[in-house]
């Protein structure tokens, strides 16, 4: 019994390393958004950091339609961003999961 505890608190720190790595790698992943008549771009990592915001000269005479593009397209992009992290962090935290008994409701 004792051994099965050991092994598993092992796979448990390595499922962590591996979650920990992902993040680190989730990092350098890009993802672009556009609004949809392409004045503004915005670019953040799968962490949900923002890199980059290109906007088209046109919007800078309008300053609410400029805040209003800007709340859609990192919105937008806040989402997607999520949605990849969210994907690459279950399956490695699932790949990393020790088959635990009575565990398998969780899945």
Do not use: H
């Not at 000269?57 to 961003?81: G, H, R, S, V």
């Not at 279950?90 to 009575?102: L, S, T």
Request: avoid cysteine; hydrophobic fraction near 40%.
């Amino acid at each position: 019994m004792f051994g099965d505890m050991m092994g598993m608190m092992s796979k448990l720190k390595e499922a962590q390393k591996k979650v920990e790595a992902t993040k680190e790698r989730l990092n350098s992943v890009l993802i672009d958004e556009n609004s949809n008549d392409e004045k503004l771009k915005v670019t953040i990592t799968a962490n949900r950091t923002i890199k980059s915001i290109t906007i088209d000269d046109e919007l800078l005479e309008d300053k609410d339609m400029l805040e209003d593009y800007l709340i859609l397209t990192l919105n937008k992009a806040i989402e997607k961003a999520t949605s990849v992290n969210e994907a690459e962090i279950a399956a490695v935290a699932k790949e990393g999961m020790p088959n635990i008994p009575g565990m398998d409701m969780f899945k």
